[in-house]
């Protein structure tokens, strides 16, 4: 298998690709493994899902020779083909949890999808990014509503065009990653123990916020709704923890330290 999905005592979901021979690039088969995996994760009652990869680089994007077979193939086979791309950036990006991608060393085309997916995204020092898909003659489609979400339309006006390769440190001016380390595994423990301390179910219900409120017009309609969405989490039974805890001045239940 070269997607395994590990979930730890905490309850939080690791979802790692295994494949450093071909620098973790994607072909069909890679594909419907992710798929199937994250919608697998996506129905677990857990706290958060990392995504990452084992070896050298995170992705190359897509697999060459699967980028061969493709070219032979008719427009119909193309259109099918990168609909399951599309389903993929999708079931992602459409996570429930809270998810986490770590990044490092390359992370070329398709790759970018990925991380623009993904809520918090951390890149290691030595990590590159490169929307190649136009030196190839193709261009970014399927990823590009997730990528420009993520960088803006004016900095995809660059990018995009130009294909050229960038570093960790613009990744996080552009505001494709939160943050570069030079330990994942430190930033990992970090993110995580974060993402514990909060009432999960707040959590959950602050990323489903977002989508609800991004890009909207602040107009009657979207104030009681946002109205109505504090009032249901605050006579929610975590709610009524949460405001508990934090008067009696003890840890929530959900904390791990509550819990030892």
Same mark, same amino acid.
């Given at each position: 298998m070269?997607? #395994? ?5 905490s ?5 790692e ?9 994607f072909?069909a088969?890679?594909i419907?493994?992710?798929?199937k995996t ?5 129905e677990?009652?857990?706290k958060?899902?990392v995504l990452?990869t084992?070896g050298k ?8 020779a699967?980028?061969k077979s493709? %070219?032979?193939?008719n427009?119909e086979?193309?259109? %099918? ?5 599309a389903k993929?950036m999708?079931?992602?990006?459409s996570s ?9 060393g ?7 999808g990925l ?6 995204a951390v890149? %290691?020092n030595?990590?590159k990014?490169c ?17 420009i979400?993520?960088i803006g339309?004016r900095?995809?006006?660059r990018?995009?065009?130009t294909?050229e390769?960038?570093k960790a440190?613009?990744a996080?001016?552009l505001g494709l ?7 994942l595994g430190e930033?990992? #423990?970090?993110f ?8 999960p179910?707040a959590?959950?219900?602050?990323k489903?916020?977002i989508?609800e ?8 309609a979207?104030i009681?709704h #946002?109205a109505?969405r504090?009032?249901e989490?605050r ?6 923890e949460?405001?508990? %805890?934090?008067f009696e001045k003890r840890?929530?239940?959900?904390q791990?330290?509550a819990?030892?």
């Amino acid at each position: 298998m070269s997607v #395994t999905l590990n979930i730890t005592k905490s309850k939080v979901a690791i979802l790692e690709l295994s494949r450093p021979e071909k620098h973790n690039a994607f072909n069909a088969e890679i594909i419907a493994e992710l798929i199937k995996t994250i919608e697998y994760a996506n129905e677990l009652d857990v706290k958060a899902l990392v995504l990452k990869t084992q070896g050298k680089h995170f992705s190359a994007g897509a697999d060459l020779a699967w980028m061969k077979s493709m %070219a032979d193939n008719n427009y119909e086979e193309n259109v %099918a083909d990168s609909m399951e791309l599309a389903k993929l950036m999708h079931v992602l990006a459409s996570s429930p949890h809270p998810t986490l991608c770590l990044v490092q060393g390359a992370a070329f085309g398709g790759a970018l999808g990925l991380i623009a997916c993904c809520d918090i995204a951390v890149a %290691a020092n030595d990590a590159k990014f490169c929307l190649s898909e136009v030196k190839l003659g193709l261009i970014p489609a399927v990823i590009s509503p997730y990528v420009i979400k993520a960088i803006g339309e004016r900095q995809a006006r660059r990018y995009f065009l130009t294909a050229e390769v960038f570093k960790a440190e613009k990744a996080l001016e552009l505001g494709l990653i939160h943050e570069v380390t030079d330990n994942l595994g430190e930033s990992e #423990t970090h993110f995580i123990e974060l993402l514990l301390n909060n009432g999960p179910m707040a959590v959950k219900s602050a990323k489903a916020l977002i989508e609800e409120v991004a890009g909207k017009q602040i107009e009657d309609a979207l104030i009681k709704h #946002t109205a109505k969405r504090i009032a249901e989490i605050r006579v929610s039974e975590e709610g009524q923890e949460g405001l508990s %805890a934090f008067f009696e001045k003890r840890a929530p239940n959900w904390q791990p330290a509550a819990s030892e």
